[in-house]
Each structure stands twice: as structure tokens, then as C-alpha cells.
């Protein structure tokens, strides 16, 4: 069956200060949203800007805000929100390139910061660590696994957006480097690697500007973690103070 | 005023305000700066009393009388709330920085605010009964 969905969205340009239009579409009701902006585009104005490619969680380019909310637009359905009409809006705490698109360049910068890659060969073990897969993204059996499965990240950008922190202090290295710096810790015992990492995790703009709201950790649609990888590297940061303050 | 113009990039923090994004720790978060000001700008007017202890029985004893109306002991259950919340929702801010209890966090801030709402009744009455 289909259904007439009204969708508020967030337009601007270079040129041109951010305001929202209102446009209708007919998807099925089966539709997730971004299929009903992807309407947007093909029957109302093909000069909309948004971003996507997989149109299933995989590639993290679609993020927006639905309804003042971080998601991942290919996988929420449009019953979610029972046919009320969707506003949405670009990612907060990014520079808008146009519409629904934000510059992600500094945030893949601090992505690669820590050597950080998303695809590699699987790996059976982490140092010294068997790899606990849960076999599901059940939120309750996946609190229970150690945080070693970063490659669990997207790079949406969505823990950004949602981090008050962020909106503060657009320096803060952020969310989902500082897990990204945590994954590749737990990968090597390679003492100067692993100095290298905390220190780039340490630092005013670094793990301890965190404000402990937990939005990152909430809104990230991939369970990545962030924030328990943030306090974890806090920890990790002030053992390896206190051992240079005893001279080790 | 719509936060996503470029030339309010420095009033981006105004978006903490967005509470259709709120959840539970953007909750606590907030909660966390509205009473750590109002705890900093009771400091500044109790410093300001104190001063009036200095200059004696003739302005000390009437401002007594104006700290015994309802409506004053209705500020310091305020002070009590802002004080509670501060106060025991910071050790779960510093627990956690420390790595403790840092899965358990929501339900922590929640067990941490029964104890403040408790111990705030509990004061609230002891503040009216004089
Ligand atoms: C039981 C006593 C207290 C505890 C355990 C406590 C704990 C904390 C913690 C952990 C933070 C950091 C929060 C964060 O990282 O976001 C904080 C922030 C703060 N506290 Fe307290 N605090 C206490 C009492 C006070 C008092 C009495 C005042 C004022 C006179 C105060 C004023 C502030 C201020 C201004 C901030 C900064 C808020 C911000 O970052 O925006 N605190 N407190
Ligand atoms: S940590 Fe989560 S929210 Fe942040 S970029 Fe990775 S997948 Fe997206």
C-alpha cells in the first residue's frame, strides 16, 4: 500500500541561508526514509543534496537527522513515525556543503589519525584477547562483550552530531576517533605505537573534554561504543601518567 | 534562529536546548551546568549575606527575619535540589571518568536521583518544620 508522507527539509547553500521546505511524496508503506527523500529528489526537486550509497547500514553516508534525532535514514522505516510528517536536517556540528550534505573531511582526518582502517582480513584474535562475537546486535548480549569490534563503525558521523560536547568545542577530536585511537590500542603492544596513540588521544581537545553526556554511545546505530572507549583511554592515559611521574 | 547558519557557528552550543534530542544523559548533562551556575551564583550572594554579619546586629537581625518568610525557605529547598542533583549526579560523572560502573551508567544516574529526591524531601520538611 502506499502512503502520502510530508517531509520538512533542512535546504541551504552556499549562497543561500539554511530554511526548511515542505514537500509531499507517496512511497509504499514498507518505505524506509530514505527511500521517501530519494522521492524528494526524482519527483519534486532534483537539485536536492544528500548523500547515500549502500541503502543498508553499510556505508554510514546517509546519516541525517530525523525529527531532531541522529539516524541512519536507509534502515528506519517509515512506520516509525506512523504518518506524521518527518522533518529533516542535516548532521549538527559539521560545516553544511549544501542541504543534507556535510564536510566530513576533518572527521575522516582524526579517523585516519590513529592508522585506523575499517576493512581488513578477519582476524581471529586481538592481542593476547579471543574476540567475543555476540552472533546479533541484541543490545543487552552485546554489553557484555569487551570493546574490540570497532570496525563495527560506519564512519556516519552520527556520535558527532549528537555530542553536546562537540557543539562546544568544534576541536574535540571527537566520538568516533577517540574509539578508533582505542581500537588500534588494543591491537599492538608495540610500546612506541601505543605512546603515540594515547597521546594523541590525550590533551585538552582530546579524551578529557568529554563531558560524560553518553549521546555518543546512545545514538551510534552500529554499537560501536564510544564513550566506553573514551573512558577507557582516560584510564589508560593516567596509568601511563603515573608511570612517567615514578619514572617508568 | 536556526543554529545551522554559518554565521552562528559560535552559538552552536545552543543546541543543547534542542529537546527533541534529548535523552537520558543529555538530561543529566544539562541538569549538571543549570545547577553547577546556580550553585556558583549562590556562592557570589552568600558571600554577599556574609557580608552584612560584618557590619553588625542593626542589618544582620532583619535580613534574619526575611530568612524565616515561606518563601525563603522555599530558595533553600531550591539550594538543597541543586546541591543533591549537582552533587550525586558529579560522583557518577567522576566514577565513570574513572572507568566504574561505566555500563551501568543510566541506571546509576536514576538510583542517584531517587537518593537526591529522598534526601531532598526529607530536607524540604526538616527546612519547614523550622
Ligand atoms: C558534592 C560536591 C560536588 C561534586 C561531587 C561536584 C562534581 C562535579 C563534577 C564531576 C563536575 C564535572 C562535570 C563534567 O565533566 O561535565 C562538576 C562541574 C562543575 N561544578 Fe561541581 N561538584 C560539587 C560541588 C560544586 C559546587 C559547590 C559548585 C559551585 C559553587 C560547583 C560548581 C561546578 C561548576 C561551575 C562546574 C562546571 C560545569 C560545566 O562544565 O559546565 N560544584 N562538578
Ligand atoms: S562510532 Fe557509531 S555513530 Fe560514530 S561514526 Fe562510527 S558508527 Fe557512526
Redesign the pocket.
Known amino acids: 500500500m502506499s502512503i502520502t508522507l510530508t517531509l520538512r527539509i533542512l535546504r541551504s547553500r552556499r549562497d543561500v541561508m539554511p530554511h526548511y521546505e515542505t514537500f509531499e511524496v507517496s512511497v509504499s508503506d514498507a518505505a524506509n526514509v530514505l527511500d521517501a527523500i530519494e522521492q524528494v529528489w526524482a519527483h519534486r526537486d532534483r537539485k536536492l543534496m544528500f548523500r547515500h550509497a549502500c541503502h543498508h547500514a553499510s556505508c554510514g553516508t546517509c546519516a541525517v537527522r530525523i525529527n531532531g534525532r541522529e539516524k541512519l535514514p536507509c534502515i528506519v522505516p517509515v512506520a516509525d513515525y506512523s504518518g506524521k510528517p518527518l522533518t529533516i536536517e542535516p548532521l549538527r556540528n559539521f560545516d553544511i556543503v549544501g542541504d543534507l550534505v556535510v564536510d566530513m573531511a576533518k572527521f575522516f582526518q582524526n579517523q585516519q589519525a590513529s592508522d585506523f582502517v575499517i576493512t581488513r582480513p578477519t582476524e581471529n584474535e586481538l592481542v593476547g584477547k579471543p574476540i567475543a562475537y555476540t552472533g546479533g546486535m541484541d543490545p543487552e548480549s552485546a554489553s557484555t562483550i569487551p570493546f574490540n569490534r570497532f570496525e563495527n563503525c560506519v564512519e556516519c558521523g552520527i556520535c558527532l552530531s549528537a555530542c553536546p560536547t562537540m557543539a562546544g568545542d568544534h576541536k574535540f577530536f571527537g566520538p568516533a576517533g577517540l574509539a578508533a585511537i582505542k581500537r588500534q590500542l588494543d591491537k599492538t603492544t608495540d610500546p612506541v605505537e601505543r605512546k603515540r596513540l594515547l597521546e594523541l588521544a590525550d590533551g585538552e581537545h582530546g579524551v578529557w573534554r ?4 553518553w549521546e555518543c554511545t546512545e545514538a551510534c546505530p552500529q554499537q560501536v561504543f564510544p564513550a566506553e572507549s573514551i573512558m577507557a583511554l582516560r584510564k589508560e592515559i593516567t596509568k601511563k601518567h603515573f608511570r612517567e611521574l615514578f619514572g617508568k | 534562529m536556526n543554529l545551522y547558519r554559518p554565521d552562528l557557528k559560535r552559538f552552536r552550543f545552543l543546541r543543547w536546548f534542542d529537546f527533541r534530542s534529548w535523552r537520558l544523559g543529555m538530561i543529566a ?1 544539562i541538569l ?2 543549570v ?6 551564583l ?2 557570589y550572594i552568600h558571600l554577599a549575606v556574609l557580608t552584612m554579619l560584618a557590619q553588625g546586629p542593626s542589618s544582620w537581625d532583619p535580613f534574619i527575619r526575611i530568612a524565616r518568610a515561606p518563601w525563603f525557605l522555599a530558595l533553600d529547598v531550591l539550594l538543597l535540589a541543586g ?1 543533591l542533583i ?9 566514577l565513570t ?1 574513572f572507568g566504574i560502573g561505566v555500563r551501568g551508567q543510566k541506571p546509576l544516574f536514576v538510583a542517584l536521583m531517587i537518593v537526591a529526591a529522598v534526601a531532598l524531601i526529607a530536607g524540604a520538611l526538616k527546612i519547614f518544620a523550622g
Not at chain 2, 545547577?35 to 556558583?40: D, E, Q, R, W
Not at chain 2, 549537582?86 to 567522576?94: E, P, Q, S, T, V
Open positions: 568529554c563531558h560524560s553526556a | 548533562y549538571n551546568r545547577t553547577a551556575i546556580g550553585l556558583v549562590y556562592l546541591m549537582h552533587g550525586l549526579n558529579g560522583l557518577r560523572i567522576a571518568g
